[in-house]
């Protein structure tokens, strides 16, 4: 069975995950943490962008990866990541998210360099949404691309930690998710 996976936060509160604009209300301490990924990109862009077929903002959403934890394992010690560092990911069912509240984010690269496509997510093109099926998620689980290794390894000889997830597909589902009876997975 294909899973999708959603890294664990290191400070992970209370048994439900909640997207970015509702963990502010819930607790804002974890909020203004985790905003602060969104600092390498513009956040105009990034939490002002409005996700096609869901009427919600990117920061309204939680994001799921279709790709396996082992194969973003491998493809950051490939390109010069830490081999002994440990992430650790929920493994969620896919038929636990509302159909009709998941879209799937094909993060298409439109040819931009690599400086310049920093600042190229979330998808300026309504063409990179999809309609997301329970049953297609093992055909999203496609290796991390050449392109995507390529990122990684020039945004490290810059001396930047690489966006994990950048040019990989997402599932941005709209909701809360409760992560009690979830299993980890840590590579």
């Not at 799921?64 to 934890?69: I, L, N, T, W």
């Not at 440990?86 to 509240?101: E, G, H, K, M, T």
Request: charged content about 30%; glycine content about 6%; overall charge neutral.
């Amino acid at each position: 069975m294909a899973f999708l996976y959603h890294f664990v936060p290191a400070d992970v509160r209370g048994d439900i995950l909640y997207p970015l604009n509702e963990l502010k209300s819930v607790y804002s301490d974890l909020y203004k943490k985790e905003v602060g990924k969104y600092t390498r990109v513009p956040a105009s862009t990034v939490m002002g962008w409005k996700v096609p077929k869901l009427g919600c903002l990117w920061n309204d959403v939680l994001h799921f990866s279709p790709v396996s934890p082992q194969k973003l394992k491998e493809a950051s010690v490939e390109t010069g990541g830490d081999p002994d560092r440990v992430i650790s990911f929920y493994q969620v069912d896919p038929n636990l998210l509302d159909a009709r509240r998941t879209v799937v984010y094909l993060y298409h690269d439109r040819g931009l360099s690599l400086a310049d496509n920093e600042s190229a997510y979330p998808p300026s093109e309504p063409d990179e949404i999809r309609d997301y099926d329970p049953k297609g998620v093992k055909e999203l689980s496609a290796d991390i691309s050449d392109e995507t290794k390529k990122y990684y390894e020039e945004i490290r000889k810059k001396g930047v930690k690489p966006i994990m997830f950048r040019r990989v597909t997402h599932v941005l589902y709209k909701g809360t998710l409760d992560i009690s009876d979830l299993k980890i997975v840590s590579v």
